[in-house]
């Protein structure tokens, strides 16, 4: 995607050919910054504090992370104490750990000489395949868009909900939820997006609109609560979101609020889709509520807000009451029952162990339908 004009994406090898440069999403949208990092621990900080986030990027930091610390030293040791401390950042995306097991698969039976050039070999090829994977994606997600347009008047503009972010910030290019809308907007289908706030961070209202903005996307940032309201109305056409972990099931853990709006959309009708590469998938759980660890983050996130004062100073300033406790869960479940169908790399399903076993029959171990 393109930044006034310069194409990016969001993790990069670094001139010198070993650090690795990021996007640093904490400063967006007020600024756009870079960050180099040069250590597994940096890496690490780098996930920890959201300076990268979104499932798949968060994969690719951690990738690049074990080959930082190859470069340093390459032993059984320090690879798997940088599994470890990588594994041990954020516990909901399940891309992380699918990453670090495919760097471990990788490297582990090398002789060390050869594991921090293998490193860097392998953590590219994942970023390369992310991009392809979330391409695919919006391919897919294009055939529904223009399905559901098909049902509106000649050149009505089709109006699409998302909630936190699942764009290009979130994985190494294109995005998951957004890439179809892209592509939509890019192939002249009139597209407009209801761009959730979605508190406590605010990822939709600093880095989705941000985005979209940058792309020429017609959009409108609305409160995490006005979305029902507007489906009630008739003014969302169908939802698109991301997710961190899907089960083997097809249910969805995403953004805290998700399962808010797919009730809304289910009790209005409004087509409600999961955009997500199959890493994301976890083939162990069948039950999200049950089975999926929900991260806890500071509470700090929801006292206290950020943002640009008349100065152009960006500031830090509480919203709640002194001495009044918050808590911060980070995700929740949404049940495969209120999922419309899952768009993959490979296809659009049904939210189902029969749906997911169809388009991924050796990872279910089903035979194909």
Known sequence: MKIHGQPYRTIWLAPDGWRVGVIDQTRLPFRFETVTLSSAEAAAEAIRSM????????????AYGVALAMRMEASDATLDAALVLLG???????????ALARMRERLAPLPSQERMAAAYAEAAALCDEDVALCRAIGEHGLGVIRSIQAEKAEGATLNILTHCNAG????????????????????????????????????????????????????????????????????????????????????????????????????????????????????????????????????????HLSGLGDDGEVRSFQVVAPGSPAANPAFDVTPARLVTGLITERGVCEASAQGLARLFPARAGRPAA
Not at 51 to 62: D, K
Not at 251 to 272: E, Q, S
């Open 88 to 98: 041990a950042t954020r516990p909901t995306a399940v891309n992380l750990h699918w």
């Open 51 to 62: 300076v990268v986030r979104g499932a798949p990027l968060i994969g690719a930091t951690a």
């Open 168 to 303: 290009w910030l979130a994985t190494v290019d294109w995005g998951t939820a957004l890439a179809p809308i892209y592509l939509a907007h890019d192939g002249g289908i009139p597209v407009h997006v209801w761009v959730d706030e979605t508190r406590p961070r605010n990822q939709g209202a600093a880095l989705t609109a941000y985005e979209l903005g940058a792309h020429g996307v017609p959009h409108t940032v609305i409160t995490d609560n006005a979305g029902g309201h507007l489906m009630q109305r008739g003014q969302v056409d169908m939802v698109i979101v991301g997710t961190d972990r899907t089960t083997a099931s097809g249910d969805v853990a995403n953004k805290i609020g998700t399962y808010l709006k797919a009730l809304a959309a289910h009790d209005t009708g409004v087509p409600f889709y999961v955009a997500l590469p199959s890493p994301t998938i976890d083939w162990t759980l069948s039950d999200g509520v049950r089975g999926i660890p929900i991260e806890e983050r500071s509470a700090r996130e929801v006292t």
